[in-house]
């Protein structure tokens, strides 16, 4: 049977509609939700669950197939389908977002992705022919074309050269499908530039593709950004054909989407979010973690009539996810699961009655304000809104800035520090005049702990005798990673304590996040509200086991004056691009002067210059613990027994053959340097 799609009725406010497609395995409603099912299998769940929640078609991953079981054996076992017993309709993605944002060791050319597999350390191909062959080994339905995923915030230079190549490898991709029942979507790219994204949409719809996905959003974007993209290219695309929002995203993003046209999603949130003990709920998201549900004998959703909802309390469920328990995720997913799925089910019948933008307006109010634009814009239109009231930190020169409230009736200004929610779902603060979001992925309590307390093992540091342990904290920013190691500090109920050292010239951000709203938003305790708080008001805080003081101004400045000897350096000012200033030779060798004889120093940055700048000025380099879709990140330190991955001649062959290899401050003879650096010989 032949892929084959219908629209249907349409709102009459918004441009949401109505449709559905026919495959092979049946035919699914849209707009539709599709839960991802990365390793043949939606976490936690049977396909029994999944089918009893209304699900009519999932989502597998095709390089995780790939590298295991591997695509013949699954072809051997009946197909995915029969595999995982799974009878509805199955989409597979290409495998390009997790080449380009999670592989190890990948080398991209115009053949494909060269990549190390992370079974078995094995080099793959994976090519657009690759790609489909693979994805018609494994009988979905629904095919994704390969394509080259980068962030939205990346270089302009970067992200045309990868929507070209994307264009080239999807021509590559239809040539190569074999089966006519197997539908092939091509995705769009271009960043969050209109003009590549209408350019990427007018080349792709001239080609017999079967439908179109929008891609490389939810990645540092900020929602607005997002609604503005997917506005503006879902107006290029065909109406005969279906349209899909990849990787997105929230319930208000899918609502808004759906406003836009988009007729097909799917994401990782309802289950990734069951195992964090968040659930979504009819009146905003419920962390289940809180010690205020310990003893509540309310469902955890009243208007939802899932399993979950209809058997267990909030109680009960706090006490799993407390212990660990995996029945706890298991519940949270069947309700998150239905919660999504509900959503698009009632938006179809909404659509049908002409009463979408009415619809949701509803879902939107009576979701907890944290998890919307609560500026009061229509679903489905773009624009400044007519009335706006929010809540804004106002930098000061000082330490104590504070914070305003506005409410007018004509358009206000946009504050230049936002509360913003990442790919996964979790607050996070934006700066709108440097153009970055701070820990943009996984968001910054998550961040914070794996990047930069566990991997540097502070808590087992500062609970062992001695002085004061030392920690520059470059960076400040919202304080995510300073009240990070504040809280290990003050777990530690014995040893040395702790000295955290802030360096930062803008208190905008760290106000706003431990005003009333940001501290709830971002999952702040009293304590930690509390400290952000005084450093704010006196630049200092001061407890039993840690002192946190303030140094304000330009960090390279006020580095060379600082007489504290560190052992931990957590480096994490914004990015090259907006804070070129602090990626430099003489940067890295300010940190290297203050530094204590056994340091060393943490960084999220894995450019080839970064690290580059690092030996420049003495330190010794490795690679750094994952964080998020990044499979490593950058350690440094004085003493080389302090690395658990040093670089190797495979990084000094890499470096030579990079185009953008040394920093903007490199000395001219910084190649023989690095080559004559002790690491090296």
């Given amino acids: 049977m032949t892929f084959t799609f219908e629209a249907g009725a349409r709102d009459a406010a918004t441009r949401a509609r109505r449709g559905a497609f026919t495959t092979a395995h049946g035919r699914v409603e849209t707009p539709v939700f599709m839960p991802v099912g990365t390793r043949a299998s939606v976490t936690g ?20 197939l790939l590298l295991r079981p591997g695509p013949e054996l699954v072809a051997a076992m009946g197909g995915i389908h029969g595999f995982m017993r799974w009878g509805g309709p199955v989409l597979t993605d290409s495998g390009g977002f997790q080449i380009f944002s999670l592989a190890h060791d990948r080398t991209l050319s115009e053949e494909g992705a060269r990549f190390r597999s992370y079974v078995d350390c094995r080099m793959h191909v994976l090519s657009p022919e690759r790609s489909i062959a693979v994805q018609t ?17 990346a270089e302009p230079g970067e992200i045309r050269a990868a929507m070209d190549r994307t264009h080239r490898w999807a021509l590559r991709s239809l040539a190569a499908r074999t089966n006519p029942a197997q539908a092939l979507f091509a995705i769009v790219q271009g960043g969050l530039d209109p003009a590549l994204r209408a350019e990427s949409a007018r080349f792709l719809v001239d080609h017999g593709f079967d439908g179109f996905a929008i891609g490389g959003l939810a990645v540092g974007d900020t929602r607005a950004e997002r609604t503005d993209v997917v506005a503006r290219t879902a107006e290029l695309l065909p109406a005969q054909r279906p349209r899909y929002l990849m990787g997105v995203g929230t319930p208000p993003d899918i609502l808004e989407a ?56 909030r109680a009960y469920l706090h006490h799993l996810v407390k212990c660990r328990e995996p029945l706890g995720p298991r519940l949270l997913s069947v309700h998150n699961l239905q919660h999504y799925l509900d959503l698009v089910r009632d938006a179809r019948t909404a659509i049908e009655e002409g009463r979408y933008a009415a619809y949701a307006r509803e879902k939107l109010s009576a979701i907890d304000r944290h998890e919307h634009d609560p500026s009061g814009r229509p679903p489905g239109r773009r624009g400044m809104p007519t009335a706006t009231s929010t809540r804004i930190a106002t930098p000061s020169p000082s330490p104590s800035p504070t914070l305003t409230s506005t409410s007018t009736s004509t358009p206000t200004p946009v504050p230049r520090f936002q509360l913003v929610t990442t790919s996964l779902g979790v607050a996070a603060v934006r700066d709108a005049e440097a153009g970055e979001v701070m820990h943009p992925i996984i968001g910054p309590a998550v961040e914070s702990e794996r990047l930069y307390v566990a991997q540097s093992r502070l808590p087992s540091l500062v609970a062992a005798p001695g002085p004061r342990l030392v920690l520059l904290d470059v960076g400040l920013g919202a304080g995510s990673n300073a009240l990070a190691a504040l809280r290990a500090a003050e777990a530690a109920a014995e040893g040395r304590g702790l000295e955290i050292v802030s360096f930062e010239r803008d208190l905008g951000a760290l106000a706003l996040a431990v005003s009333d709203e940001g501290a709830a938003r971002l999952g702040l305790d ?65 940190a290297r002067a203050r530094c204590a004889e056994r340091a060393a120093l943490y960084t999220y940055s894995t450019a080839t210059a970064t690290r580059a700048a690092l030996l420049l000025a003495g330190f010794f380099v490795g690679q750094g613990d994952p964080s998020g879709p990044k499979e490593q990140t950058t350690a440094a330190a004085t003493d080389p027994a302090l690395l658990a991955r040093p670089l190797d001649a495979r990084w000094l062959a890499r470096l030579e053959r990079s185009s953008a290899p040394l920093p903007k401050d490199a000395p001219a003879d910084a190649m023989e340097r690095i080559r004559a650096h002790p690491q090296f010989r």
């Fill in 45 to 64: 769940l049977t396909p029994e669950d999944v089918t009893a929640l209304g699900a009519e078609i999932i989502l597998g991953n095709t390089y995780h």
């Fill in 137 to 153: 080994a494994l009988g979905s339905d629904v095919m994704m074309a390969l394509d080259v995923c980068l962030p939205s915030t």
């Fill in 258 to 313: 759906i406003a836009q046209g988009i007729d097909m999603f799917d994401c990782v949130l309802p289950t990734t979010m069951a195992w964090q003990g968040t659930a979504f709920t009819s009146t905003g998201r419920v962390r289940l973690t809180r010690a205020e549900h310990r003893a509540s004998t309310a469902p955890l959703d009243a208007a939802c009539a899932c399993a979950t909802c209809r058997t267990y309390t």
């Fill in 526 to 590: 009293t304590t930690a509200r509390d400290a952000g708080r005084a450093l704010l008001a006196r630049g200092r805080f001061e407890s039993r086991r840690v002192v946190w003081r303030l140094v304000l101004g330009d960090a390279l400045e006020t580095l060379r004056g600082e007489d504290a000897r560190a052992e931990l350096v957590y480096w994490d000012p914004f990015s090259p691009k907006a804070n070129p200033g602090l990626w430099t030779c003489a940067a890295f060798a300010a």
